[in-house]
């Protein structure tokens, strides 16, 4: 295809500075000339993540200086290509990630960084897919390590990451536990399958220790009371994998820098002498960073298509004129599944 200087427009929802929610703004933008190597998207659907309000919010350690669109993953139709490419071609249906940029009406990107959308799934399936499953693979394969027959703990078990991650310990062979903050949430994984699930009380530990619970890996994004429980009750050669921490997410527009700062001083702290003798071990990732080693991504794509789990489940869709309230969906805690902002 032609990679002329284009004239084309796009929508974006655009923070000029992170540090508060009610920054972000609707506004067009010039589409500028598509590299050689780049894949012109039209998005029809944006997954949320937490990462998006952490980011907005200025507590993202990969939070871009200055004013960014926000936005991890997508999926839409390929409109063109440069002449550099042939993995893809004008009319494919794709999925994608990226550092950045997601909330957009289009998208140029490498093809690296895209997959086809598989035939009988949505453009909001195909958005609900990469950032949630590649963060549940890497999770529980690459860092966790994991074993058929071992016993797995996910937290937040009914959102995005969380229910990918119970798809896939289940396909994996092991046994899956998950925790979640209401009956609500516990009796939608029940009707997925999931019977195992602990409603999380306020007291945890004392919550685990009661039902004697034990776990070969625990997969947390929670922090807090809640990981160091965990950590507690991990089994010899046990592995607790950290990939966020939703005890700082904000409670409203800003940041509750007090509070915040509070939970960071209390924050569980693991002595390494310590973890020799107990034979447990701590990890933890950014799966952003991930985005500059392409044929790592590229290997972890082509191993999670080996691995057969229902499409992603989306439990909130918002027009795409209503991002504001879309992250408030997601950011309340509410919400089961995954949130996806749809375009026309």
Known sequence: MQTGESSMKRTCWYTPAAGALQRLRRVEQSVGELSPHGVRVAVAAVGLNFADIFALTGLYSATPRGGFVPGLEFAGTVTETGDQVDRFQAGDRVMGVTRFGGYASVIDSQSAYLRPLPADWSFAQ?????????TAWYSLV????????????VHSAAGGVGLQAMQLVRA???EPVGTVGNQLKARFLSDLGFENTLVREPDFAAQLARGEESFDLVLDAIGGAVQAASFAALRPAGRLVVFGAAEFAPGGNRPRYLHSLWRYLRRPRYDVLSMISENRSVLAFNLIWLWDQVELLSTLFDELAQVRIPPPHVGHEFPFAEAPAAIECLRSGQSTGKVVLRLA
């Open 126 to 134: 195909g958005a609900a897919y990469p950032v949630q499953t590649l």
């Open 142 to 153: 690459e860092l966790g390590n994991l074993k058929p027959g071992q016993r797995v703990l």
């Open 172 to 174: 994996l062979g092991a």
